[in-house]
Structures are given as structure tokens and as C-alpha cells.
């Protein structure tokens, strides 16, 4: 199993660029979901879905679109990029069985 | 509204000593609580799941226990390894679904050879 995967590693965006971070499981977890991290402020979540066709906001949705049309795919969109939105992005799954929650490599986004 | 405390901040230790982390928590309805290792630049890899039921699990040389009564997680690793060096967060499940998670900040732990 390949677990959580993200693309890209790596990405610089320029204030009002849209994008967006892809976020895949193998696992056939039902939960998905998107954390952001920041110094000082830890990990916080931004989206969430328990299932496909389902998601719901978490802490920090705002500039943030997420939708889920399988059970594998989580993508997070970027509607029009901020500096504020300079972090680490974290892809998580976990099922309800036993939820130990299994984390992607990260995205480190920048904005200028 | 869920909050997660790590205390200390930040601790060296020498090679081969034991150490507790620990973890506190504000809402005792929690359905479970993690433990995680993330190394720089890295993702976070779960270490240790507690499920609400359960008062403590334990993998090779760490052990971590809940307390939900009073709000505390601690993780104990036994005769730290220089490997060991690593941030370790906790996080209780938050509210919305029991797969959302509220983090600590963490403790970054640096063991000197």
C-alpha cells in the first residue's frame, strides 16, 4: 500500500493564482481530511469528508473548496491564493474500525 | 469547545534516560486520543491510539495512558535514543466526527548521544 499520498511537494503561488492540492488513499478509508500547519498554531482542520459525496468545514475553511467523488480522492482547492494561505498542508484518512489516523507527506505552499 | 495542551514546550535529555510527555485536555467526551511523531519536514506518523475505553497501550519502548477523568495523556519512552529526537503532538478527536482531530502544539525532544 502507497498509504496517503500529496502532490505537489512543493508549490509558489501568486496572490490571487487558484490551484489545486491533490490528496490520495489506497487504503478504502471512509474519513478524509485537510490540515493546515502553521508555526505557532499548530495543525488545524480546514475540510473533512466521512464518505464520498460528503464533506463538511472544519476550523479554517474560508478560501478553501473541497469535494469527494470517490472513496480514494480528496482534492483541496484553492480559490484565489492569499499570503495568509502560506503553509504546510497535511492529507489525513482514517476509518471508523480503528481510527488510527494516517497523515500524507505535505504540500509546503508558498504565496507571494 | 475542544482544547489540547502539551507541556513542556520543548526538552533535552541524555542518552538512555526515561521521559514523559505530557498532554491535557479541556472536553472529556472524547473518543479517543493519539499520539504522533513528525520529524522535520516531514508528515506525522501515529505512534500510539487510546481509545476512550481503554486506559493505556504500549509499543516497544513507549507507553502512553489516558486519564479522562482528569483531562491528561502522558507518553512515556523508555531509555531515549538519540533517534528519538522528533516533535511529538498529541490530539483528542474534536467535534463534527470522531475522525476530527484537535492538536497540541507539541513537545520537541532532543536526545543527546
Known amino acids: 500500500n502507497a498509504g496517503v499520498t500529496q502532490t505537489p511537494k512543493f508549490q509558489v503561488l501568486k496572490t490571487g493564482q487558484s490551484m489545486t492540492l491533490q490528496c490520495a488513499q489506497d487504503?478504502?478509508?471512509?474519513?478524509m481530511s485537510w490540515y493546515r500547519q502553521d508555526p505557532g498554531m499548530g495543525l488545524r482542520l480546514i475540510h473533512y469528508s466521512v464518505g464520498a459525496g460528503i464533506t463538511d468545514q472544519g476550523e479554517v475553511p474560508n478560501g478553501y473548496n473541497v469535494s469527494r467523488s470517490t472513496t480514494e480522492d480528496f482534492p483541496l482547492r484553492l480559490l484565489s491564493a492569499a499570503p495568509s494561505q502560506t503553509s504546510v498542508y497535511f492529507c489525513?484518512?482514517?476509518?471508523?474500525?480503528?481510527?488510527?489516523?494516517?497523515f500524507g507527506p505535505g504540500t509546503r505552499l508558498t504565496v507571494t | 469547545k475542544q482544547e489540547v495542551t502539551q507541556i513542556p514546550a520543548a526538552l533535552s535529555v541524555p542518552e538512555g534516560e526515561n521521559l514523559v510527555l505530557n498532554c491535557s485536555f479541556t472536553d472529556s467526551a472524547i473518543y479517543n486520543l493519539q499520539w504522533f511523531r513528525q520529524d522535520p519536514g516531514k508528515g506525522l506518523t501515529s505512534l500510539l491510539l487510546?481509545?476512550?475505553?481503554?486506559r493505556e497501550q504500549t509499543s516497544g519502548r513507549l507507553n502512553a495512558s489516558l486519564d479522562k477523568s482528569s483531562g491528561r495523556s502522558t507518553l512515556y519512552i523508555a531509555a531515549s535514543q538519540p533517534g528519538d529526537s522528533a516533535t511529538y503532538l498529541c490530539?483528542?478527536?474534536?467535534?463534527?466526527?470522531?475522525?476530527?482531530?484537535?492538536f497540541g502544539k507539541g513537545t520537541k525532544l532532543s536526545v543527546k548521544p
Open positions: 487504503m478504502n478509508h471512509e474519513y
Open positions: 489525513a484518512s482514517s476509518t471508523t474500525g480503528v481510527p488510527r489516523t494516517y
Open positions: 487510546i481509545q476512550s475505553s481503554q
Open positions: 490530539a483528542s478527536t474534536g467535534g463534527g466526527s470522531q475522525g476530527n482531530l484537535i
